[in-house]
């Protein structure tokens, strides 16, 4: 009897909405590896989401890029790489030296793992549509009791996945009556899209097909993805999206914003402080917190620091709050480190008042770091931070000209073979000496202007040979995981 309840509860805990973790628990685990692979499972996810390409030897292997730079101490195509070059590399350090010797993890591996009580469901991210014949031989042979979608943005692709038995998840940039469409003549059983396309009048209306939002971290955005039928979700912060879909189970008729909310931390590299890094600052905090239920509750508030050196002064210990009530405070936040990424949390652990006082949900609103720019028809120079003291300077130049933005490489430090790169509204975008891009519609109607980074990739010698590194002006590069939340854009009408 006792099995059964908790097997119970455990149901009532999962999905939908079904949560994915994005190459695992990539913003405490290096990306991709058994490491952050087995955090996810022991999290209790509904499932995980891997990206899947083709190594040396025709291995088939879990990486996002399709070269070995960024997430470990190798160089060069993963093609290159046969099993025993894989072997011998480490994908753990460049994270954190408590990862050393974490290894590149293959595909067979991967579907092997098991959690505590069930199978997590898996959602392998296509990145060579000539892999589906092998792609669809594996998942027979082992793993064919269990729930797999591939996802890719090739319709031609998730039609021949669908032909080989798989089960595919289109991937579309945005949402129209194409998309509804296609998936309905086509039988395609789920159309994946970031939130911003869902959160539309044709996104929230009835569709032939399960909807996924991807690329959703934001606490305000899992907060509505989760009061609107959505059926998964993939987000680099697992833990804050189990957390939102138990409140929203837990405050059903509660429709007011997310209930914890913190200022924007604007950093000045200038004005960094002497010796900690340029991605640094004083800063004092505004914030507030919200009682969503219908009962009194008490909040316990903390700082958690994910990486870097931080002091957080004058923060309220603990709170108590009616039904409804909306309590603001302030406190002041010190520190910072050399790169972006791993920004520290301010989090809220609410419990029931009285003598029979029960934990509810622990939230976190992310203390985010981030610098802003305005595109002007003059060209302004971006100077790319330096994220070593070695790191010699270099720039960019930025310029709006009517419904384009202009960037150019200006000065690439010690890097060669350098080539612009730029994260622009949720796309990136790679360039040789420079970049025109078309901004998207309606962009003088965002207020907050557009998501957006800008860096320089290129090879820098190191005593082990040469390596990809990019130099950036903000975070966001080169991907959104570990690297940052990018700055914002902001554009007048012309």
């Known amino acids: 009897m006792a099995d059964e309840q908790e097997q119970g ?6 999905g939908p909405p079904w949560i994915f973790g994005l190459r695992g628990v990539p913003r405490e685990a290096p990306e991709n590896t058994r490491a952050s692979l087995v955090a996810a499972l022991a999290l209790g996810l509904d499932g995980l989401s891997l ?14 890029d399709a070269t070995v730079d960024r997430t470990s101490d190798g160089h060069g195509p993963l093609a290159r790489h046969g099993p025993r070059e894989l072997a011998a590399l480490d994908a753990g350090a460049w994270f954190s030296p408590r990862f050393a010797g974490e290894k590149l993890l293959f595909l067979d591996e991967a579907l092997a793992l098991r959690g505590r009580a069930f199978a997590p469901q898996l959602l392998l991210v296509l990145r060579e549509p000539e892999l589906l014949d092998e792609l669809a031989t594996r998942v027979m042979e082992r793993a064919r009791e269990r729930s797999v979608r591939v996802l890719t943005d090739q319709r031609r692709a998730a039609l021949d996945a669908r032909d080989r038995g798989l089960a595919p998840l289109f991937f579309a940039r945005s949402i129209g009556e194409d998309t509804r469409r296609f998936a309905a003549a086509e039988r395609i059983g789920a159309v994946a899209a970031r939130w911003r396309a869902w959160d539309t009048p044709l996104g929230r209306a009835e569709w032939p097909c399960e ?28 833990r804050r999206a189990l957390a939102i879909r138990r409140l929203v189970r837990l405050s059903p008729l509660d429709r007011g914003p997310y209930p914890l909310q ?10 960094a402080l002497g010796g900690e890094g340029e991605w640094c600052g004083h800063w004092r905090v505004s914030a507030s917190l919200r009682n969503p239920f219908e009962t009194a509750l008490s909040a316990e508030l903390s700082c958690v ?10 923060l309220p210990e603990q709170l108590e709050l009616a039904p409804g009530e909306t309590r603001a405070f302030e406190f002041t936040l010190v520190g910072g ?13 609410l419990a029931t008042l009285g003598p029979h006082a029960r934990e509810l949900v622990t939230l ?4 985010r770091r981030t610098r802003h720019v305005q595109a002007l028809e003059v060209p302004l120079r971006l100077v790319l931070l330096r994220e070593s003291p070695l790191d010699p300077p270099a720039s960019v130049t930025l310029r709006r000209r009517r419904n384009e933005l202009l960037v150019a490489l200006e000065s690439a430090g010690d890097l060669t073979e350098p080539k612009v790169v730029v994260y622009l509204d949720g796309e990136f975008h790679l360039g040789t000496s420079g970049l025109r891009l078309t901004l998207p519609v309606g962009f003088s109607e965002r207020r907050d202007g557009l998501p957006f980074s800008v860096g320089i990739e290129g090879l820098r010698a190191t005593r082990r040979g040469p390596r990809t590194v990019v130099r950036r002006w903000v975070g966001g590069l080169p991907d959104t995981l570990a690297g940052g939340d990018p700055g914002r854009l902001h554009l007048t009408q012309g």
Do not use: K, M, N, Y
Not at 262 to 271: G, I, M, Q, T, W
């Open 211 to 238: 909807r996924v939002a991807v690329d959703i971290d934001d606490p305000q955005e899992l907060l509505a993805a989760c009061r609107l039928p959505i059926h998964a979700l993939v987000t680099t912060e697992p």
């Open 305 to 314: 620091v994910r990486r870097g050196a931080f002091e957080c002064r004058e």
């Open 9 to 14: 509860a455990r149901a009532e805990q999962r």
């Open 364 to 367: 976190d609103a992310p203390l």
């Open 337 to 349: 480190s050399w790169s972006p990424g791993g920004d520290p949390l301010l989090c809220a652990r």
């Open 262 to 271: 913190a200022s924007e931390l604007r950093v000045d590299p200038v004005h």
């Open 51 to 64: 990206d899947v390409r083709r190594a040396g030897g025709r291995e088939l292997v879990l990486c996002a």
